[in-house]
């Protein structure tokens, strides 16, 4: 399994607008069918740069789904963002391969 990682810092004059838009972009991305879920989180981290940095994860099914997915979607879901935007949203992506998994089973 691979997840697909977009850290994004947001300008503190657009968070507010940003987090919405996130909100509704999210289901656009699980959408496409080439994702199993998705986790929003925020970085508690203070950058230097200043405004908000939040991180979203989506599970992928597969490596295909993760390659079809950047074929025939990415673009499109990425430029919504890009012409809302503009440089008030830093973005950057990172793939994570799972290896191994593990949970607390408490009896």
Known sequence: MYIYNV???IDQ??????LTWIKNHI???????KFEKATLT??????DMG???YSIQYRSY????????????AEKLRN???????DKV?????????IDEYTVNFK
């Open 27 to 33: 289901p656009q991305v699980l959408a496409t069918g």
């Open 80 to 86: 919504d963002g890009l012409k809302k935007f503009a």
């Open 62 to 73: 597969s490596r295909e789904a993760l390659d079809a997915y950047y074929k025939e979607d």
């Open 7 to 9: 850290t994004v810092n």
């Open 13 to 18: 004059s657009v968070h507010d607008e940003w």
């Open 51 to 53: 405004g908000v940095t």
């Open 42 to 47: 925020r970085v508690l981290v203070e950058e």
């Open 90 to 98: 830093l973005a950057f992506r990172t793939e994570l391969q799972i």
